[in-house]
């Protein structure tokens, strides 16, 4: 088949974290370069790539079900390319071909560069076969070797591939070598390997020419950077002071936190740089010692509960985030208690709560029956998603009559919905939508306003709220002439 036989349409599918987000954006980027337009129709494609995820079952049998729905696209359109990347082709390598025939090429996540030329190889071959461009396993050679065939993915951006104009991912470092004994990370995502803080100040820098505001930096323990650059060490803290004066940036956020990592340098760098968001996310897992222990975590209930003392007695209104996991082997109901406890106890901003679910090659796998059966994860699963929920929305009533300032992020996700439906504008109708943003220590907010206020920092009044969202209006924009008096916004 030559060049010319075909369309140039792309349509990708992305689960998992945001490292996949980032991932996606890289690759289509660096399609769009090669003359790819993206389309959200598979059908149309003429290339379909699953950027996936293998955190939990779930997440490749969703995957797995999509690739089993194009077995026929496929039969119909025997040009198509199918193409899966990311932490899934990684772990899975040739299972993916077995138990889908129709795939052309697997890229793990340490080999994203060599998507195009896989994308070309398949489409120019006489005869189809399988493409594999996956990196080394954690047991297949020296750590080097490993590192080294884990590649760190960052080329320079595609502005209209970002999630909004103003806001964009930068990835600090790759992989993680905590093993905690439930995690595939390590496997799919390779050795922790920082990459070096000019490279990233220059990607932030590139990033604000092209006016983005907000920078969030990844890292799977992104409080373990450390990096050493012309004889200087370089930890978070000194990461986030590097990059703080970059013209342009207004927000700077990290994501995720390991609690062990969470040094007193980088509270008092997140107090003291104004650009820094106060808000942390950095996940317990559990609120009992004995789990804590066979989930390997490296950290007492006790460790912890003095890293929320430091976080509280260090930056005012900080507020937190965890996530949990509930059903992990041997959890006892006592156990369980201990993890609602622990919610009670720290009251978080928000909780991300999973139900365990055993990978292939864990130690957790190798170690321990996966003894909890699914109707108690499900109900234990509930139970903390009722109580965070609880809690959420008391903290978030503090709130009101309170104001708040915001990064206008654009249409909120249900007037989006409005305006699929309002396929005609009812004539008369208001300017205003319904607008959502995210306030300085990351709570949604919506409130009414022009979307043309997309990208700029409005304060907004709050009037009411549930446990996920402030509701409010704004107050103000601008500052006229100099003075400090506020104005009104009209749409
Ligand atoms: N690097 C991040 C999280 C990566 S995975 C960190 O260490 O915090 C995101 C979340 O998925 C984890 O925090 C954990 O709560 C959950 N998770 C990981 N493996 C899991 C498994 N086997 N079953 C259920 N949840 C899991
Ligand atoms: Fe997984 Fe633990 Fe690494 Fe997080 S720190 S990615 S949970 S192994
Ligand atoms: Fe999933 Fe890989 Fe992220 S397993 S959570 S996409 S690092």
Do not use: W
């Amino acid at each position: 088949m030559t060049d010319q036989d075909h369309n140039h349409q792309l349509y990708i599918e992305t689960v998992g974290c945001q490292m996949n987000m980032l991932d996606s954006e890289l690759v289509v980027a660096a399609l769009r370069r090669d003359g790819y337009v993206l389309t959200d129709s598979p059908k149309q494609a003429d290339t379909i790539l699953f950027n996936t995820c293998s955190v939990r079952e779930h997440a490749e049998h969703k995957i797995y079900s999509a690739l089993g729905r194009l077995k026929y696209v496929r039969r119909n359109n025997p040009q198509k390319v199918i193409g899966v990347m990311g932490c899934m082709a990684q772990k899975d390598q040739d299972l993916i071909f077995r138990r889908a025939p129709h795939v052309d090429f697997v890229a793990g996540t340490g080999q994203l560069a060599e998507i195009p030329r896989l994308i070309q190889e398949t489409r120019s071959a006489e005869k189809r076969a399988p493409h594999k461009a996956v990196s080394l396993g954690r047991r297949d050679g020296s750590v080097s070797e490993i590192a080294g065939s884990f590649q760190s993915y960052d080329p320079l951006r595609d502005p209209e591939m970002r999630p909004t104009p103003f806001q964009a991912f930068v990835r600090i470092m790759i992989g993680c070598d905590k093993f905690c004994t439930y995690c595939v990370v390590p496997t799919t995502r390779g050795p922790e390997q920082s990459r070096p803080p000019s490279q990233i100040a220059n990607e932030v820098s590139v990033l604000a020419g092209q006016g983005v505001k907000e920078i969030t930096l990844l890292g799977q323990t992104v409080n373990s950077y450390r990096h050493t650059e012309n004889g200087q060490l370089y930890q978070l803290s000194d990461l986030l002071e590097r990059i703080h004066d970059t013209d342009g940036i207004e927000r700077i956020r990290f994501v995720t936190n390991y609690p062990k990592d969470m040094t007193d340098d980088l509270l008092q760098a997140v107090r003291d740089l104004p650009k820094a968001l106060r808000y942390l996310h950095v996940p317990l897992q559990h609120g009992c010692n004995e789990v804590l222990s066979r989930m390997k975590r490296g950290y007492t209930v006790e460790d912890y509960d003095d890293m929320m003392h430091r976080i509280r007695a260090t930056i005012p209104n900080c507020s937190v985030s965890s996530d949990f996991i509930v059903g992990f082997c041997g959890e006892t109901e006592q156990a369980h208690q201990k993890s609602m406890k622990a919610l009670r106890d720290h009251r978080f901003k928000n909780s991300f709560i999973f139900k365990y679910s055993e990978r292939d090659g864990t130690k957790a796998e190798r170690l321990f029956p996966d003894d909890v059966d699914d109707s108690t994860k499900r109900r234990r699963n509930n139970e903390m998603l009722d109580l965070q929920n609880r809690i959420s929305e008391e903290d978030n009533s503090e709130f009101i009559g309170g104001k708040v300032r915001v990064l206008v992020e654009g249409p909120s996700k249900s007037a989006t919905k409005q305006a699929a439906r309002d396929a005609e504008p009812m004539p008369g109708k208001p300017l205003a939508t319904q607008l959502a943003g995210r306030s300085e220590c990351d709570r949604i907010v919506v409130f009414d306003g022009n979307p043309r206020l997309a990208g700029s920092t409005a304060e907004v009044e709050v009037h009411d709220c549930t446990g996920t969202t402030l509701i409010g209006s704004i107050v103000t924009r601008e500052v006229q002439h100099g003075s400090t008096e506020l104005l009104p916004i009209l749409s």
